[in-house]
């Protein structure tokens, strides 16, 4: 079951709310002896979790489906970049991983019951059984937290993202579970930076149709970080950003703080991080980009960070033509209190 934005928590009393957790989304299958991990997309993700693998085998009882997030706790919060890390192919990386950033589940709906389907029963009913099936279990399963006081919710909206959650999620007490469906409402942070727009990545149908922006910030040193990208845009305006952006494109990378990405960076350099390695994550898409004058900035919106970067892709929203790019630094963000982890677990 799915989520769809909502600018806001809704009020009233059909709402139960929890918190949204940063990880990966799974449904385990513990039926006929075995357990199965299973992704979103209805990939298995056993082999890379098979610290988890093991503790839900003894864990959990037979002919339960639970659906939850698996994620990686830390004292500093949860790590998405540690969780991604552990989705590799050698199994002796995997295997090693397990041991130095055991993951968790979290979980946070029951879809089947002692072999029998419950998706039919309301939510709240669904809760119930949640919580009475996992009353015995211990740490990394966890349930998470729920409560019917939106007043509650929006405290864990305020502090919990210092813990690395990133919002709150609404459900309907009397819904059934829906699979597929966009059946609840995601509430997450919406903040705005002015960014350098540094360079761009063409759209997959060729040259002359923009598919990305690459944006920049600069940090205590004086050094351009890639924070991350903008692609929301239709057709059209990929097209005419081609056009707009053409003049910036002569003489690019001659002296363009990422010009030596691909290289090693020289003694004595910042550190910065660069836009255009392929990794693991990247599933062959193409990640060539194009480096663009620094002259241009652009307003965007975009929820957390993870790290020195975007969690996700930003909204452009506008171009700053009165902001220059040096003013684009990262202590014009918001900074995040932290908050423990074990204390949004114990709720």
């Known amino acids: 079951m799915l989520a769809k934005i909502a600018e806001r928590v809704p009020e009233g009393p059909d ?4 918190p949204k957790w940063d990880g990966f989304r799974a449904i385990v299958f513990r039926t006929g002896g075995h357990v199965l991990i299973q992704s979103r997309e209805g990939k298995p993700l056993d082999r890379y979790f098979p610290d988890l693998h093991e503790v839900l085998a003894h864990g959990l009882p037979e002919g339960c489906v639970l659906d939850g997030e698996i994620v990686i706790a ?31 589940f979290v979980a946070f709906d029951l879809l089947a019951l002692n072999g029998r389907d419950v998706m039919a029963r309301p939510q709240a009913e669904r809760r119930l ?29 305020e502090h919990f993202e210092g813990a690395g959650l990133d919002g709150v999620i609404a459900k309907w007490a009397d819904a059934p579970y829906l699979p597929g469906k966009r059946a609840m409402l995601k509430v997450k942070h919406q903040r705005t930076a002015d960014c350098v727009v540094a360079g761009l990545r063409w759209h ?19 050094a351009l970080q890639h924070v991350g990208v903008t692609s929301s845009f239709d057709m059209s305006t990929r097209r005419r950003l081609a056009d707009e952006l053409a003049p910036l494109r002569q003489g690019g990378m001659q002296g363009h703080p990422w010009a030596g990405w691909a290289g090693a960076p020289a003694a004595g350099a ?30 965007v919106r975009y929820d957390h960070l993870q790290g020195d970067r975007f969690r996700h892709a930003a909204v452009f929203l506008r171009w700053r033509h009165d902001k220059s790019p040096a003013a684009c630094r990262y202590d014009q963000l918001e900074v995040t209190p932290p908050y423990e982890l074990a204390r949004v677990f114990s709720g």
């Open 204 to 222: 997959k149908s060729g040259q002359g149709v923009v598919g990305s922006l690459l944006l920049g910030l600069y940090d205590d040193r004086g």
């Open 270 to 299: 910042s550190p910065q991080r660069m836009p255009g390695a392929r990794s693991r994550w990247s599933g062959g898409k193409d990640l060539s980009w194009e480096a663009l004058r620094i002259e241009r900035v652009c307003e």
């Open 74 to 104: 830390t004292p500093g919060g949860l790590d998405f970049d540690a969780l991604q890390q552990r989705v590799h192919p050698a199994a002796s990386r995997v295997a090693r991983l397990a041991s130095e950033t055991p993951a968790s």
């Open 129 to 157: 059984l949640l919580e009475a099936l996992l009353t015995d279990t211990a740490p990394p399963i966890h349930l998470t937290p729920m409560t019917p006081e939106r007043g509650l919710a929006l405290q864990w909206l």
């Open 15 to 18: 709402f139960l709310y929890e």
